[in-house]
Each structure stands twice: as C-alpha cells, then as structure tokens.
C-alpha cells in the first residue's frame, strides 16, 4: 500500500486550492470519512448480525426504516456533532434539521444510507452528503439548508459495494478513494474521475413504464431500438439503488432517470439529500444533470424534503433524453403521462 494517498492526506493537500479555508471544511469531511468507515463496518456484518429488519419507526416520508438506516443515520449526526464543524444537520431520516453548533459555519444536509431496503438481500447501498456554507449570521435556519444546488461547497457519497468507495467533489473535479480495509484508510484509487461523454447503459425503472411520461417512454423506446452507429440498443442496467446505479454510470458512462410517474407526481427522489449532492458531482465529472427541461442544480428549493425528477449522466445521452421530453410537450401533467 505504500505509496498510495489516503483520503486524509488529500484532503489536506488540497486544502491549498481554498487559500482562505481555515481548515474546517477538511476537518469536516474529514468526520464524514470516519463516520463512513463505522457505518461499512455495519453494514459489512449485517448478514451476521441480528441487526436486519425494520426499527419499527416510520421515517418521515412514510417508508419503514430499518436499522441499519437507524444506526447510519446516528453515526453520521454522532460524528458531525464531535467534530463540531457545522452548524445544522439536515438527515433524509428526520422531519427537521438538528442543531449541532451555531459558531460553525458549514451546514450538512446527508441521506445516511440510502437504497436501505437493498441491505437484506446484499446489494449495495450508499451514503450521500452535501455541504453548504450557512446564510444566517447566527441562530442557523431553515433557509441555510433551503440553498439552491449550486451553492454547494463540497458534496459525495459512500458505495458500501463489493468494496466500499468514497467519492467527492469540492467543485475542483472528483476523487474516489477505496477503502484498503487491511489498513482501515481510504486510499486514492480514481484521481480526477471524468463521466464519458456518452455510454451505452440506461438505468430506469421500467417497471413503472405505464406511469411515465410521454417522453421518457419514447427515449426508453428509442435506447431500445437497433442502430449501429449509436450502438443501439443499450443496456439496461438498474439496481435500484441510485448510489450504485450512478456509480457505474460514472465510471462506465450512461443515463439514469427516475423521472414523475402517475404515482409520484413530484418524482421519487429528494432534491436536497440525493438529486443535488449527485447533480453537483456528475457536473464535476463533465456529465449533465437536469429534471428533464431545467439544470438539477439551479432549482429552487422550498422544503427540506422536496422531490424532483431527474436525468443524470453522460452529457449526450442525457441532452437526448431531454429532447424527447421536449418533443413529447409539457403542457399538464396529465398530458406529459399520455403515452
Ligand atoms: P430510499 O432513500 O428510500 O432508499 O429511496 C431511494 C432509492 C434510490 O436509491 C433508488 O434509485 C430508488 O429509491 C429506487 O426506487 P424504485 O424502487 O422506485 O425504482
Ligand atoms: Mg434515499
């Protein structure tokens, strides 16, 4: 392993890049990294351990939570609360954002594990963060985790995969780190990760088909359709679980789409926990990310637990998709679901 970078030496190098950074942001991702290496720890064992099953509780959108989502969810709060590096937490687990230390001035809005209902039958999960410089002088506020997606200062997520990964940006390009579990480090393993700019594998649902809109049904149609020079027809890939799915497209390049359905009017996924933190890392990346019209990233935020549509991944494909959906009209929502 020597010779090999770990994420807390990286962290501090390039804390050179912010001349005017005190320290505070590394320190911060920094808990993260340490909170993640716990929760993996966990998660590793859950097979083992008595720890699977749903906690009983209901989480704020209505889903049972299961433990491990519990135990996350408590890790990474634990962690940012020693560390004592921001201000507020905002949690995909909790109704409203917790209080850590109103003289810090970053805020953490964090899905602790999301795809948590992949846990029993061993298929990845993550977690995914996000980090903003508060607004409010002091008594931080809902309006200081209300920002839009492009006032993120730092945003990544943990793969707990057949190895775990950490993945980052600082809106200075994206690093992944491996974690060498013989050493318990993150060690640098993707330096600079760049998203094709085209791929071959599209990740939607399509169980939902009946339910999508116009567009999204005819760009599905269109990826399935024979085309030698656009090497069609693609590959369906989906886990179900969006750190994994946007992990590969990352790496292999792709589409994913959770678009609205009939059922979801809004979209299923959360614009502040999962759908900007992972806008602003495929953006790094040089891919696209966009609610199938308008930049994931320049979305107003109203409510902590916002949902949107998204379209995210290599820059080609994504713009495609978004053709579709212009051609198909957005007019009302009952016309977009008309197929
Ligand atoms: P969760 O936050 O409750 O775990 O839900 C989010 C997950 C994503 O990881 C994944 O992309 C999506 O839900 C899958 O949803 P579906 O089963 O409707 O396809
Ligand atoms: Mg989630």
Not at 125 to 137: C, E, L, N, P
Not at 161 to 167: R, Y
Not at 301 to 330: C, N, W, Y
Request: hydrophobic share 40%.
């Amino acid at each position: 392993m020597l010779g090999f970078q770990t994420l807390g030496q990286f962290i501090i190098e390039k804390q050179a890049d912010f001349p005017y950074a005190k320290g505070e942001l590394s320190r911060l991702l920094r808990d993260i990294g340490i909170a993640a290496k716990i929760v993996n720890r966990e998660v590793n064992k859950a097979g083992l351990m008595d720890i699977l099953g749903h906690a009983g509780n209901i989480n704020v959108q209505g889903e049972s939570q299961q433990k491990l989502d519990v135990f996350a969810d408590e890790q990474f709060i634990s962690a940012l609360r020693s560390g004592g590096e921001c201000c507020i937490v905002a949690s995909e687990e909790n109704e409203d954002f917790i209080p850590i230390n109103d003289e810090a001035k970053y805020v953490v809005a964090i899905d602790p594990l999301d795809g948590s209902s992949n846990i029993d039958v061993n298929v990845a999960v993550g977690t995914i963060f996000s980090i903003y410089r508060r607004v409010s002088a002091h008594g931080a506020c809902l309006s200081d985790v209300l920002q839009k997606g492009t006032e993120q200062v730092a945003a990544g997520y943990i793969i707990y995969g057949s190895s775990t990964m950490l993945v980052y940006t600082t809106g200075k390009g994206v690093n992944g780190f491996t974690l060498d579990p013989s050493i318990g480090e993150f060690c640098l393993s993707h330096p600079d990760l760049q998203i094709p700019k085209t791929g071959t594998i599209y990740s939607v649902n399509e169980g939902n088909y009946v339910h999508f809109p116009k567009g999204v049904k005819q760009y599905i149609k269109y990826c399935q359709v024979e085309d030698v020079s656009t090497n069609r027809p693609y590959t369906s890939r989906y886990i179900g679980s969006m750190v994994a799915d946007l992990h590969r497209n990352l790496i292999k390049g792709g589409i994913f789409v959770y678009p609205v359905t009939s059922a979801a009017p809004n979209g299923k996924l959360r614009l502040v926990y999962e759908c900007n933190p992972m806008a602003f890392i495929i953006e790094q990346a040089g891919g696209r990310a966009t609610n199938g019209w308008d930049r994931i990233l320049a979305l107003p935020v109203t409510e902590l637990h916002q949902r949107s549509p998204i379209f995210i991944g290599s820059e080609a494909m994504v713009k495609r998709a978004e053709a579709f959906m212009a051609e198909a009209g957005t007019l009302t929502f009952n016309d977009i679901i008309t197929a």
